[in-house]
């Protein structure tokens, strides 16, 4: 069966400090993956989605970057954070047009 | 703003009741989703409507889909205390690359 990880669950990280939140799929090859970010009580945005290994697509400019070194690990960073940044991150990932999987997602809170 | 938005924000009904929540988004689609999500967890899938269907039943659940109204609702029928949670619509966009766009949710809560 498919099982989608996601880490850390929680970080606080201080202004201007780097981040890199990490998310691997296991029991699929080429899935499409995603990564989206939710604010306190509101909906998901669509941040990245990636196709295949190299492939990102970004839906919002920002201070953000994605990458995809593996078929299945899809990395979300930042080089400085801010205080927008805050949020939960949840990573997903599907075969194609169909449900997603999500992760447990991850908390994030700059200071 | 966003492709799906959902109505209303909040609902709060006493258990055994039904539960009634609605989408409308604004561009076509191939396809409308329903997710559950519990507090400071991740989303899970419910239920997918394709653009060529009107209904749809799982469960307790039951989805119907308006195109000519770009709408949807998602009903829960006899509802628990387990069903307290917050519901999304998400929509894959025809030209969305296989990306979906998900509304602001559904604050569902349930009295026992």
């Known amino acids: 069966s498919q099982t989608i990880h996601q880490w850390p669950a929680t970080l606080v990280q201080p202004v201007g400090s780097p981040l890199s939140l990490e998310c691997t799929v296991e029991g699929t090859s080429n899935p499409n993956l995603y990564w989206y970010r939710q604010a306190a009580g509101r909906g998901l945005q669509l941040l990245f989605y990636?196709?295949?290994?190299?492939?990102i697509s970004s839906e919002v400019p920002q201070n953000l970057s994605a990458s995809r070194p593996q078929d299945r690990q899809f990395i979300l960073s930042s080089k400085k954070l801010l205080l927008s940044d805050s949020g939960f991150y949840l990573c997903?990932?599907?075969?194609?047009?169909?449900?997603?999987?999500f992760g447990e997602g991850s908390r994030l809170t700059v200071l | 703003s966003q492709q799906g938005e959902e109505d209303p924000q909040a609902l709060s009904i006493q258990e055994g009741e039904n539960a009634t929540m609605n989408c409308s988004y604004k561009t076509s689609i191939n396809n409308l989703q329903w997710y559950r999500q519990n507090s400071g967890r991740g989303l899970v899938h419910l239920i997918l409507?394709?653009?060529?269907?009107r209904e749809k039943h799982s469960g307790r659940l039951r989805v119907t889909l308006d195109t000519s109204k770009k709408s949807s609702s998602l009903l829960i029928t006899a509802s628990r205390a387990a069903d307290t949670a917050s519901y999304f619509c998400a929509t894959e966009l025809i030209q969305g690359a296989q990306k979906l766009v998900f509304g602001q949710g559904t604050r569902l809560t349930i009295n026992p």
């Open positions: 409507i394709r653009s060529n269907e």
């Open positions: 990636s196709v295949g290994i190299g492939q």
């Open positions: 997903a990932w599907t075969r194609g047009s169909g449900e997603l999987f």
